[in-house]
């Protein structure tokens, strides 16, 4: 009985063929992120690309580790490198869209200098700037990155993240761009906690540019923030008259991203079910998950 369960072919099909190398293995995880937005949970991936659950859990862990996968509530998600692969600003070009009438709308209401950016490690990523004139005296420039714990823009979308997030992205020693950076990280930690005090609200004054201020606020999605706005002015003017503004450019964005986001159809976090399986496949529309507004910092 045994020799014939042996040879019976049947069985031999139903087998799955690992790939011989580790990067075949990489290729297949990768190849199932079809779009920036993609939430695949570790049972999904599992199942889609016929790898073990532990084998897929240690590849996944080291592409988290290795920023070409970032893990969320939701799923594993592309990370920073993956993104950056065919144009850094292409993973946020919905972000850019939505944001840039409100930057411009931004920067005439207030005269001051407006700036759009995301987390990348430990730096902001500048995906836009406006402000004519007055920009040209700003030291940032679209493409370009500043250290995120001494901005405005860093700060209010670091509040969002976990505590021990934090600790991993600083557990080395922090650089400090004027006397009046953070430079422990106890002191970050006492700031993140007073930006989630005065509701997102971040404040650079002098931190990053020697006598320019800045008023950050997150764009806050269901995995966490998704950017910044940020005004920029003299150091020595009150960017906090102008927070009110700024929150109306924030929650406009926010409102819009939500909107695209129901109007894709699909969601983009998908779970065992979605995926093909070993008796053929599945659905290819993944199961929506609703947003609730809360998320994205509208209630």
């Not at 920067?107 to 200098?113: E, L, S």
């Not at 606020?217 to 020595?236: M, Y």
Request: with cysteine; aromatic share 4%; glycine share 10%.
């Amino acid at each position: 009985m045994t020799s014939a369960l042996r040879s019976d072919p049947r069985l031999a099909t139903e087998r799955p063929v690992l790939p011989p190398s580790m990067m075949e293995r990489v290729t297949l995880i990768m190849d199932l992120f079809e779009y920036p937005q993609t939430r695949l949970t570790l049972e999904t991936v599992s199942r889609h690309t016929r790898l073990p659950r532990s084998t897929a859990h240690r590849i996944l862990d080291q592409l988290v580790r290795l920023d070409w996968l970032h893990h969320t509530e939701c799923g594993y998600a592309l990370g920073p490198r993956a993104l950056g692969l065919g144009g850094r600003e292409n993973g946020h070009n919905a972000l850019r869209v939505a944001a840039a009438p409100r930057l411009l709308d931004l920067a005439v209401r207030t005269g001051m200098v407006v700036h759009l950016a995301v987390l990348d490690g430990p730096d902001v990523y500048y995906l836009d700037k406006i402000g004519g004139r007055a920009a040209v005296d700003c030291p940032s420039r679209v493409g370009g990155r500043a250290v995120a714990h001494c901005t405005g823009l860093g700060k209010a979308m670091l509040a969002w993240l976990a505590p021990e997030e934090i600790d991993a992205r600083y557990a080395q020693v922090m650089v400090r761009r004027t006397d009046h950076s953070i430079g422990r990280l106890d002191d970050l930690h006492r700031e993140l906690g007073t930006v989630r005090c005065r509701n997102g609200l971040a404040v650079d004054q002098g931190e990053c540019f020697t006598g320019i201020a800045c008023l950050g606020l997150a764009i806050r999605g269901p995995e966490g923030p998704v950017g910044a706005i940020s005004v920029v002015g003299d150091a020595r003017a009150a960017v906090e008259r102008v927070a009110p503004l700024v929150v109306g450019a924030v929650r406009a964005v926010s409102e819009e991203l939500l909107a695209a986001r129901r109007a894709r159809g699909p969601a983009v976090c998908r779970d065992a079910t979605t995926v093909a399986s070993a008796d053929g496949p599945a659905p290819r529309g993944p199961v929506r998950r609703p947003v609730a507004p809360r998320a994205l910092g509208l209630a």
